[in-house]
């Protein structure tokens, strides 16, 4: 499990161990594996016991996509960026953007495709029970 990452963000232990049940939950009501909470800048806050996933991964690749997709979003009159799906191979990687007060988010895998509706309604659901808690990190 993934504790704060360095000076860029404070977190309480409280907060964090909230967070953790949080994902934790997520990825035991579903098949989705690999979720993690990370900054809009990249950084990691959070992630379950499944997210066996190479640090840089969640590094400056986020930061660079989410940009990238405000930018198309903002620039084709679709408004504010949402969320972003990868569809690979071997199965999907979703991403939901927090708004504009919100600097995180969601980042999570799955295998499965014909269950993406439901995916989405869950991991969307989560993360906006999560967003007062996130509410609550400091970004420095």
């Known amino acids: 499990m993934e504790g704060n990452h360095a000076s860029e963000i404070d977190i309480d232990q409280e907060i964090l161990d909230e967070l953790m049940r949080n994902l934790e939950q997520l990825e035991s009501s579903t098949d989705l594996e690999g979720t993690a909470l ?3 800048t990249g950084l990691r806050i959070a992630s379950s016991e499944t ?10 690749s986020p930061a660079t996509l989410i940009s990238l997709g ?9 408004g504010e960026l949402r969320e972003i799906v990868i569809r ?3 199965g999907y990687t979703i991403i939901i953007v927090g708004d504009a007060e919100n600097n995180f988010m969601l980042f999570t895998n799955c295998k499965k495709g014909y269950k993406l509706g439901y995916y989405f309604h869950k ?7 999560m967003e007062p808690i996130l509410k609550k990190i400091e970004t420095k």
């Open 38 to 40: 990370v900054s809009k």
């Open 51 to 60: 997210a066996d996933i190479v640090a840089d991964v969640y590094s400056a």
């Open 70 to 78: 405000e930018k198309i979003s903002t620039g084709l009159g679709q």
């Open 88 to 90: 690979g191979v071997k």
């Open 123 to 129: 991991i969307r659901k989560s993360f906006k029970e």
